[in-house]
């Protein structure tokens, strides 16, 4: 077991932070790319695979990027060397995009040591900083021992609970066209549209034009134009339960973890878009939250 003298500020790290911390004990970082943003080695060095489209998504569901069980997790978070006093930095490829679901997952398994990368290899790029070009070592077993918080990840009932809910709102993230139904679902089969009474918030209308995280109160401000008074509970749905995790994110850095309940849908479009009795509307709704 290492130990760990890092101190994280919360739950963004800038490449600063990081580079600067590099060769300190105790220090995983993670690589949590997806689909066509996956490369074949890790670009910043030490970085380990946290492979959402293998080993840390349940291998018997349908549906992709659904969280593993806590047996699976906790054996592939181990392989990957990690022990219950580490700090962990998530990052991915395409800046902040999938790096924020392997920072949900780790949370509701119990680990909160845990930052994103703001910006993420990108950022890290355009700052000049080194590159590894082969993989990294293979680690030693970690210690890690999973504490799941169920009720960071939730199903379909739930979601149908909050939409019924004034006390709780239901945030979509992905593209608006796709919450309108104007623009097809990139996966075939899924219906058009999106729940009702959901609230549109792209992801990336919570990051600037270099990738990284707008402050504190423009964040803030992103979520009152769709939600008005902070609602008790805010759950976040996408494509299939990634991006979502940039909302989840976004709202703890603008302070609604202080004050409401924040959840994730698992099973995000890729289920409820599914035909089935699950409601699903087309359209424009109100941009502000409900009067």
């Not at 990081?18 to 995983?28: H, N, S, T, W």
């Not at 659904?66 to 998530?90: N, Y």
């Not at 040591?113 to 703001?118: I, P």
């Not at 996966?187 to 009702?196: D, E, S, V």
Request: charged share 20%; aromatic share 6%.
């Amino acid at each position: 077991m290492s130990g760990s003298a890092l101190s994280l500020s919360g739950p963004l790290a800038d490449v600063a932070w990081l580079a600067a911390r590099l060769d300190e004990p105790g220090l995983l970082i993670l690589d949590a790319s997806v689909g066509a943003h996956r490369r074949p080695v890790p670009a910043i060095p030490g970085a380990r695979p946290f492979d959402l489209d293998g080993p840390l998504s349940a291998p018997d569901s349908t549906l992709p990027h659904t969280m593993p069980g806590q047996e699976q997790f906790e054996r592939e978070v181990r392989a990957l060397g990690l022990d219950r006093t580490d700090t962990v930095v998530v990052y991915d490829n395409a800046g902040v995009y999938s790096s924020a679901r392997g920072w949900w997952m780790l949370r509701a398994m119990g680990f909160d040591r845990v930052a994103v990368l703001d910006g993420g290899l990108p950022a890290w790029r355009a700052a000049g900083l080194p590159q590894q070009e082969a993989p990294a070592a293979p680690a030693r077993p970690g210690d890690f021992t999973a504490r799941p918080r169920p009720e960071l990840i939730v199903d379909s009932a739930a979601v149908l609970d909050a939409l019924a809910d004034p006390a709780s709102a239901v945030l979509d993230a992905r593209a608006h066209d796709r919450f309108t139904g104007a623009a097809p679902e990139p996966r075939p089969g899924l219906r058009g549209g999106h729940m009702p009474g959901a609230h549109s918030l792209p992801f990336g209308d919570l990051l600037d034009d270099g990738g990284r995280f707008l402050p504190k109160d423009e964040l803030r401000a992103r979520f009152t134009e769709r939600l008005g008074d902070r609602p008790e509970r805010l759950l976040f749905s996408c494509g299939s339960g990634v991006t979502a995790c940039v909302l989840a994110l976004g709202a703890t850095l603008a302070g609604y973890a202080d004050h409401s309940a924040l959840a994730v849908y698992d099973g995000s479009w890729s289920e409820w878009g599914l035909p089935s009795a699950l409601p699903v509307v087309s359209g424009e709704t109100p941009t502000g939250p409900a009067v």
